[in-house]
């Protein structure tokens, strides 16, 4: 069975929760005090969409090559 949207709690405490969307990986982080301001970064293995308190992560490509893989979180 395929599942469109997938989610899950984070698992630090945070108000969030981790996603599949479409194939798509990735969380969604708010936060309670800190604002990161507007804008897109970009690392290795996840984009960011910074939204004032909110961020979106969604995962590039998963990493192939260390123990730590961001893989099967969420269905």
Known sequence: MFLILTTQPLNDGTTGFRFNALGKKGMLRKRKHLSRGYGISKGKAMTALHLG???????????????????????
């Open 53 to 75: 308190r909110v961020t979106v992560y969604v995962e590039n490509k998963g990493n192939k090559y260390s123990g730590r893989q961001f893989r099967h979180f969420a269905g």
